[in-house]
């Protein structure tokens, strides 16, 4: 087992505010620390945040059948249409976020979609199965022995993401460690310890226009624009509450709602 060195707490570990990303930025020493982010603030995939009720792997600790029914209800065929819930059907082809093409290597996996895509269904149970035990396992390891981040070794030893900056607003995507990420809401943290890729600090509208015609057609920018906004939106944050609620009710045998 390889152990990393520790890092320090950024602000003695106090949780970090929007003026602090650009301080982090510019920070020649920024590597040395890690930070915590609000879990309000933290983001997995398609927009689920990593609260209660807004996350399908938390609804599994709280009933595992839900993410079944999670797998099942959500199956968009693309980036735009998972982001907004399928009410934009304007022309995209892909299931990757539009800017990990040039600023976060992401593997080009083939029908990605079919079975390998952790924020969508459909999952063969072989994968469900798996999904289910590397979280409970994930809980249960941090629950008996305490979050050691040092230990899980290269090339993810700590929860990593990125920012999503909009005006004076911002979110953490987090790429790596999300189990980890959700097992430790689970156990009652109110804020995640995580670090910032090395390759990138943040994602903003300016980012995205730098990207046209590079990563994306200039012609594709207000497509992006809107995948991007929409982790933002309050109206698509609250159905996706509505569907992992229905996810849940379903789960318990209650009315069916199709999506």
């Not at 982090?24 to 609000?38: A, G, I, K, M």
């Not at 982001?83 to 934009?88: E, I, R």
């Not at 059907?89 to 952790?118: A, G």
Request: charged share 25%; proline share 7%; with cysteine.
């Amino acid at each position: 087992m390889v152990y990393q060195k520790p890092l320090k707490p950024y602000k003695q570990g106090h949780p970090i505010e929007f003026q602090d990303i650009g301080l982090l930025t510019v920070s020649r020493d920024s590597h040395r620390f890690y930070f915590n982010v609000p879990i309000e603030k933290c983001v997995w995939g398609y927009g689920w945040r990593y609260t209660k009720g807004e996350h399908p792997f938390l609804n599994f600790f709280e009933l595992g059948e839900s993410l079944d029914e999670f797998y099942h209800a959500y199956q968009p065929p693309n980036t735009l249409e998972a982001l907004t819930l399928g009410f934009d059907k304007r022309p995209w082809n892909s299931l990757e976020l539009p800017w990990h093409y040039s600023i976060v290597f992401v593997p080009d996996v083939k029908e990605r979609k079919k079975h390998k895509n952790q924020h969508l269904g459909p999952l063969r149970p072989d994968r469900l199965n798996r999904e289910k035990l590397r979280l409970t396992t994930v809980l249960d390891s941090i629950q008996s022995e305490g979050y050691q981040p040092e230990k899980y070794g290269h090339p993810n030893p700590h929860i990593c993401g990125y920012f999503l900056l909009k005006d004076d607003d911002f979110l953490f995507y987090i790429e790596g460690g999300k189990h980890r990420a959700t097992a430790l809401v689970e156990l009652g943290y109110t804020s995640l310890p995580v670090v910032s890729l090395p390759d990138t600090y943040f994602i903003s509208h300016d980012t995205l226009s730098g990207l046209a015609g590079a990563a994306y057609e200039e012609m594709d920018l207000p497509i992006v624009r809107t995948i991007f906004e929409s982790y933002f939106n309050p109206r698509l944050r609250e159905g996706r509450r509505q569907l992992l609620a229905e996810c849940m009710r379903r789960a318990r045998g209650s009315s069916v709602v199709v999506f």
